[in-house]
C-alpha cells in the first residue's frame, strides 16, 4: 500500500492523458479535485493486486459520457459518494476498494475523488489500459463480469439504477440513454466484483504505470530534453513519425467525436506522409496505403516539444506532433477480446490487427 | 369488491377508449391480455375506495412511451410482475393494490393484467380520469407524491430503477430517455402510495365509470340506436358537433403525435365548421375563431354511427365524427392542477381554461 502525494496525482494526469491514446476525457479537472481533497488532509491510498484481498469487494467508478462536454458541465463533487453508496444499499454490502474501468483521461482519476473522501484505497490495475469509447469494452465485460446492477447519477441528484441489463450492450445503450438525458455526462459506478476477479481480469500495474509516465514526462521536461525516447522505452513502444497537422476532419456522430488527422512528416521524417482516424480515440495509423497500427494497440498522438498528449478535442491544424504506438495488454488480445475491442467492433473492415511486439514476444 | 366479467373488461375497453379523450394508447391488445387471464380461471377484483384500508400500499402500473409504437412491440406478458418485484424487493415491501395512474386508453386495462396474475385487487380510481401524454401530469403527483423509487422493464428482461429524481419533471425526463432505448414503449410503475393518499388525491370511480360508459355503447349498438345522447346524459357532457373530417395534419414531434383536425358540420349541424388541435390527446375545439373547449375538460372523438371512440392514431380524411365536450373532475380545476394540466402546460398561450358546468355548479 502506497499513500500517493501531489506529486504522483500531478504525474497521474499526465500519464493516464497518454495512456488515453486522444479520448478518455481531459483529466484536468478530476486532477483538481483530488489535489482539493489532499489539500484537506485526505489521502489517496494505492493497493497493489497482490495485496488486494480475494473476497475484497472491488467497485468501478467513471465519468459516462461526451469528453466535449464534461469540460464545461462540472459536477456538483459527491457524485462517487453517491452512486457508491446506492449501490450498497441496494445490495446490502460494503465496498472495499475502489478501480477505474478505464485508466485513460479524466476516468483514470475518478476513483481518487471517492476513495478519498472515504478513505476507501484504489486499486493498482483497471479494466482497458487504455481508453476505449464503450462500457462493453472493459477486460471486466469480456471476461464475464456482468455490469448490472449499476448506477449512475448526475450533479442534480437524480439516481438511476440499472437493476437488470440481458447483456453488456443493452446496458451500455440504456446507461448511455440515461447520461445524455441527464445533459450528457454523469458519474456511474458498476456492480462490485471480488479482488479475486480484478486479479484475472483487470489490467495490472496501470495506476503506477501512469504515474511513472507522468515523472518522466515532467523530469524530461525540466532537464529541457525530449521526454519521447523514454516513453518508447518504458512501454515498448514505436515512434512512428515526427510530423505536422497538414488536415483535420472532427465531426459529432452518435455522441462520439470522429474523424480524420493528415500528417506530413517533419525533421527526420520529411518527405513522408500519414493518416489517423479516430472515434474520441485513435484507432488507426496509415503509411503508404497500409494500416500499420490500430486498435486494441494505442496509437499516441503527443506535443513533439513537451511529451504532452493531445486528446481528438483539441487536434488543431498546424500541430507538431510526435505519434507512438503502444502494445497494449495480452489481456486485450485474445479472440474474446479483439471481439470487443478489435477493428472489426469500431466498423474497420479494411484493418487486420498485427499485434505490436511486446517484450519477450516476436513481431506478428 | 366486484369481481369483474368478461363483459365488463370488454365494456371497460370500450369506456378507457371514450376518456382517453383521443390518447392513452389504444386498448384493444390489453383487453385480450385480461381476457386470457380470466380463461385461465384467474380474477380480476375491482376494489372501491371506501373498501380500501388506509394503510394498504397501492402501485400504479401502465405503459410508457408512444401508442403507435404499442400496436406493433408487443408485451412479452410478466412485465407488470417484473416492476412490481422490483419495487417490492427495493422497497422491502409488499404491494396490497394495483391501480391506474391514467385510466385513458389501454393504460386502464394494463393494471388489470398484473392484478389478475398476481390475485391482488385494483383500485376503482385513476390518477387523471381521462388520459394525458406526460407522466408528471396526475393528481397523485399534482397532490404532493413522488413518483420515485420507480421501476421500468422492458420485454427482454431489462429493469431500470429510478432510485431518486429531483423532481416529477425529472422523472418524465430520464423514463422517457429509457423507454425511447427500450425501443419507444415500456412498462413502468411508480413509487407505491398509501391508501389514504390514494383516498384524497385519485379520481374517484373512473374503472366502473368507463365499463358503465362501454355497456351504454354496447347496448345502444345492439338496440340499432344512437349512444351519443346517453354518454352526454350519463357524463354531463355537450354534444358540439357532428361532422365530417375534411382535412388533418398529423406528425411525429418529441414522440408525440401532434396535429389539426379540421371539420364541417353534417345532420342538423351543417353549414358550420370547426377545428380540433391535438398532441396526443386532443387539446382545444374551436368554432368561429374562439376556442369553446380545452385541456383538462375532455373533447372526445366518437364515430358518429357506433359512438366508439376514434384515436388520434387512426383519425382519417373523410370520417364522420360526433364530437362531445365532458367536464374533467374538480381535482383537475384547482389552481396547482392547471399549472400541470392546463392549456399553458401544453404551450397554448391563447387559450383560457372556462371550465365546462359540472352537475350542481354553474357555467363560468
Request: proline content about 5%; overall charge negative; charged content about 20%.
Amino acid at each position: 500500500m502506497r499513500t500517493l502525494s501531489t506529486s504522483d496525482i500531478e504525474a497521474l494526469a499526465i500519464g493516464t492523458a497518454i495512456l488515453g491514446t486522444g479520448g478518455g476525457g481531459n483529466p484536468y479537472i478530476t486532477k483538481l479535485r483530488v489535489l482539493e481533497e489532499l489539500k484537506h488532509g485526505r489521502h489517496v491510498r494505492l493497493l497493489g493486486l497482490d495485496e488486494l484481498e480475494d473476497d475484497a469487494l472491488v467497485l468501478s467508478i467513471g465519468g459516462i459520457g461526451a469528453p466535449a462536454v464534461s469540460i464545461e458541465k462540472l459536477e456538483e463533487g459527491t457524485e462517487g459518494v453517491r452512486v457508491l453508496r446506492a449501490l450498497e444499499e441496494f445490495l446490502g454490502a460494503k465496498i472495499d476498494a475502489l478501480i477505474s474501468a478505464e485508466i485513460g483521461g479524466g476516468n483514470g482519476l475518478e476513483p481518487m475523488v471517492t476513495a478519498a473522501a472515504l478513505d476507501l484505497p484504489v486499486v493498482d490495475a483497471d479494466g482497458m489500459g487504455r481508453a476505449f469509447p464503450e462500457m462493453q469494452m472493459t477486460t471486466f465485460s469480456i471476461y464475464g463480469h456482468r455490469s448490472t446492477p449499476a448506477a449512475v447519477c448526475d450533479e442534480h441528484g437524480n439516481v438511476v439504477l440499472f437493476r437488470h441489463a440481458v447483456s453488456e450492450l443493452w446496458f451500455e445503450r440504456l446507461a448511455r440513454a440515461t447520461v445524455v438525458s441527464m445533459g450528457g455526462t454523469a458519474i456511474g459506478a458498476e456492480a462490485p466484483m471480488r479482488g479475486r476477479y480484478v486479479k484475472r481480469a483487470g489490467v495490472p500495474g496501470t495506476v503506477s504505470q501512469s504515474i511513472r509516465l507522468g515523472h518522466l514526462v515532467l523530469e524530461a521536461n525540466q532537464a529541457h530534453r525530449s521526454a519521447i525516447p523514454e516513453i518508447c522505452a518504458q512501454e515498448h513502444g514505436i515512434h512512428l513519425i515526427d510530423a505536422k497537422i497538414v488536415d483535420l476532419k472532427r465531426h459529432l456522430r452518435g455522441g462520439f467525436s470522429v474523424g480524420t488527422l493528415e500528417l506530413e512528416g517533419i525533421d527526420a521524417h520529411a518527405g513522408s506522409s500519414a493518416r489517423i482516424d479516430f472515434q474520441n480515440e485513435f484507432l488507426t495509423f496509415e503509411r503508404a496505403g497500409r494500416i500499420e497500427v490500430c486498435v486494441p494497440d494505442l496509437i499516441v498522438v503527443l506535443d513533439v516539444d513537451s511529451g504532452h498528449a493531445i486528446t481528438t478535442d483539441v487536434l488543431r491544424y498546424g500541430q507538431r506532433v510526435a505519434v507512438l504506438a503502444l502494445p497494449c495488454h495480452p489481456l486485450l488480445r485474445t479472440p474474446e477480446a479483439l471481439a470487443v475491442v478489435g477493428p472489426r467492433a469500431f466498423g474497420l473492415e479494411q484493418a487486420e490487427f498485427h499485434p505490436l511486439p511486446r517484450p519477450g514476444e516476436r513481431a506478428s
